[in-house]
């Protein structure tokens, strides 16, 4: 069954920290997977997206890595800010018309 | 260039009542997505659109749930009766790529409260 899995659900850190949200996936085939940010009542932003042959991509403060053969992905944040806290949810495409979305990670940056 | 455009932003209603969504995409984006998030949960794919046709509905709960896009352009998501369950955020999306590949771009959402 494709499943997209995402730890830890939610995560509290002080403003300046860095911090690394987890991304397990079952999906095959595998086409690509993206990172979205979402602000409080807002719709997603994507941040990333990454191929089969890309480890790495990065914006900005986020850097987003893959791991095709562990179908393991990871954002990672660097020096938080305010603005940062929202929900960041991992998305995967087998390709086709499929995309299937994980339950996010809640990120709290507090002052 | 204009973003995804979705009205009501808040809807009230009782339970077995009626509701209506609209939302209108970014212009020339051929496929088109409406999502339903409860709260703390990551959105779930409720029907997909390619041009004016179907790609995918297979989580659409038919026996109440319906939408269309006459004119490919466009789109309304109706509920009706509606259910407390149904008490979500309703997304609209859309995407210039044919196929789940694509980067969506999201609206605002539709806040739906059923009391």
């Known amino acids: 069954k494709n499943q997209v899995e995402q730890s830890p659900q939610s995560l509290i850190i002080l403003e300046g920290k860095n911090c690394t949200l987890q991304?397990?996936?079952?999906?095959?085939?595998?086409?690509?997977l993206r990172w979205y940010k979402q602000d409080t009542g807002r719709g997603p932003v994507s941040l990333t997206i990454?191929?089969?042959?890309?480890n790495t991509k990065s914006n900005g403060r986020y850097t987003a890595t893959l791991d095709a053969d562990t179908k393991q992905s990871s954002l990672h944040i660097t020096a938080s800010q305010l603005s940062d806290s929202a929900s960041y949810i991992c998305?995967?495409?087998?390709?086709?018309?499929?995309?299937?979305f994980g339950a996010g990670t809640r990120l709290f940056v507090k002052a | 260039e204009a973003g995804v455009a979705q009205s009501p932003r808040y809807k009230i209603i009782e339970k077995r009542q009626s509701v209506a969504f609209w939302c209108n995409p970014i212009?020339?984006?051929?496929?088109l997505y409406w999502y339903q998030q409860i709260l703390g949960q990551g959105p779930k794919l409720l029907i997909q659109?390619?041009?004016?046709?179907?790609?995918?509905d297979s989580q659409l709960p038919k026996d109440r749930f319906s939408a269309e896009r006459l004119k490919g352009v466009d789109s309304t998501l109706k509920i009706q009766p509606a259910k407390l369950e149904d008490s979500a955020v309703y997304l609209c999306?859309?995407?210039?790529?044919?196929?789940?590949?694509?980067?969506?771009?999201f609206g605002p959402g539709t806040r739906l409260t059923v009391l």
């Open positions: 998305v995967v495409s087998p390709g086709g018309f499929k995309t299937i």
């Open positions: 999306a859309s995407s210039s790529v044919a196929g789940g590949h694509g980067e969506q771009f």
């Open positions: 990454m191929t089969f042959s890309e």
């Open positions: 991304c397990n996936y079952t999906v095959s085939p595998f086409s690509n």
């Open positions: 659109f390619q041009n004016n046709g179907v790609v995918d």
């Open positions: 212009s020339g984006h051929a496929t």
